[in-house]
């Protein structure tokens, strides 16, 4: 099995064109946000030297996977619990029928919003 070098190839370049803007935007004064890149960015190493883009790259993406990991186990374990319980399926189906009606399988943010 072998991965496709093409995801890698736009997270990295996208990767590094949020690090620069970032870094041109600290270069410049500006206030940076409560963002986890900018948090890194505001840190310095124990010899005052500033993270490499390689090291923001790699701290990013762990926080990205284990987002994606901790909802794809949540999402998981739900459909998992909805499988045996009919009655519970039928509780939300009812209610997806009530907001979305007719636009059941493609309902809007605000739809979802009132769910």
């Not at 996208?14 to 840190?43: C, H, N, Q, Y």
């Not at 490499?52 to 996977?65: A, P, T, W, Y």
């Amino acid at each position: 099995f072998a991965c496709h070098p093409l995801p890698s190839k736009v997270v990295n370049q996208f990767s590094k064109e949020v690090i620069a803007s970032k870094r041109r935007l600290a270069s410049e004064g500006a206030t940076m946000g409560p963002d986890l890149l900018s948090r890194f960015l505001d840190t310095k190493e124990d010899d005052g030297e500033e993270m490499s883009d390689k090291e923001l790259r790699d701290v990013v993406m762990n926080f990205m996977i284990a987002g994606r990991d901790t909802t794809a186990c949540a999402l998981s374990w739900t459909l998992f619990e909805l499988a045996d319980k009919p009655e519970v399926q039928e509780k939300i189906r009812a209610e997806l029928v009530q907001v979305c009606g007719d636009e059941i399988d493609a309902p809007t943010f605000e739809q979802v919003a009132e769910l």
